[in-house]
């Protein structure tokens, strides 16, 4: 397969995935203060477990990129993409903040990864002269995504309850990553 229609099939590829990505994050992420002040959390809780994810996130980005150009960004999109649905899951069992908080660690861990190495990716397949014009296009995708599964996703949460919600993100998530493996580096 030449360079052209790889590129161009990569990013076909990358944008389904992560579109149906962005519509699992849709379907809980706005929602998500609702869901700590039902655990029985504050303002204050929110603000740490958010502040958890950015700092933890923060921390392990340079280590993401330095190593996503080392051994490829596919492993790195894969393993983050599993590791979101264990993640998405584990929220439905934990019972206090103090178990919260560490999940929202490794989330912040887990985002980094998937974020650096889904940047570099595009980079990766889009052509300098057309880049702009792809990212554009792809970022159109995921947020139309996204905005239909926040629509959605107050509906689900508000007639079936969060569990509900979190498991279907966490099969969402299996199913994106495993589309991935289409990807070619």
Same mark, same amino acid.
């Given at each position: 397969?030449?360079? +052209?229609?790889m590129r ?19 379907l ?6 609702i869901?700590?002040?039902d655990?029985g959390?504050?303002?204050e809780? $929110?603000?740490?477990a ?6 933890s996130?923060? %921390?392990v980005?340079?280590?993401?990129? @330095?190593y996503?150009? @080392? &051994?490829?960004?596919k492993?790195?999109? #894969? &393993?983050?993409?599993? !590791? ?5 899951f ?5 019972g206090?903040?103090?178990? %919260?908080?560490?999940?929202?660690? &490794? ?11 889904e940047?570099? $990716?595009?980079?990766?397949?889009? +052509? ?6 792809? #990212?554009? +296009?792809?970022? !159109? ?6 905005a239909?599964?926040i629509? !959605?996703?107050g509906?689900?949460?508000? @007639? ?10 966490a ?7 495993t589309?991935? $493996?289409?990807?070619k580096?």
């Amino acid at each position: 397969m030449n360079s +052209k229609r790889m590129r161009k099939r990569n990013l076909r590829i990358f944008t389904l995935s992560n579109s149906l990505m962005a519509f699992a994050f849709g379907l809980f992420g706005p929602f998500y203060f609702i869901f700590i002040n039902d655990f029985g959390g504050s303002i204050e809780n $929110f603000g740490i477990a958010v502040g958890l994810v950015v700092l933890s996130g923060a %921390l392990v980005s340079l280590l993401a990129g @330095k190593y996503s150009d @080392k &051994f490829g960004r596919k492993p790195f999109l #894969i &393993f983050a993409g599993y !590791a979101s649905a264990i993640l998405v899951f584990l929220y439905t069992i934990i019972g206090s903040m103090w178990q %919260l908080y560490v999940l929202q660690i &490794f989330n912040g861990l887990i985002v980094a990864l998937f974020e650096t190495s889904e940047a570099s $990716f595009l980079g990766d397949i889009t +052509k300098k002269e057309s880049r702009g014009a792809d #990212i554009g +296009k792809y970022d !159109a995708f995921v947020g139309i995504a996204e905005a239909i599964a926040i629509f !959605a996703g107050g509906f689900l949460a508000g @007639k079936f309850g969060f569990e509900i919600v979190f498991y279907i993100v966490a099969i969402i998530f299996v199913i994106t990553t495993t589309i991935m $493996f289409k990807l070619k580096e």
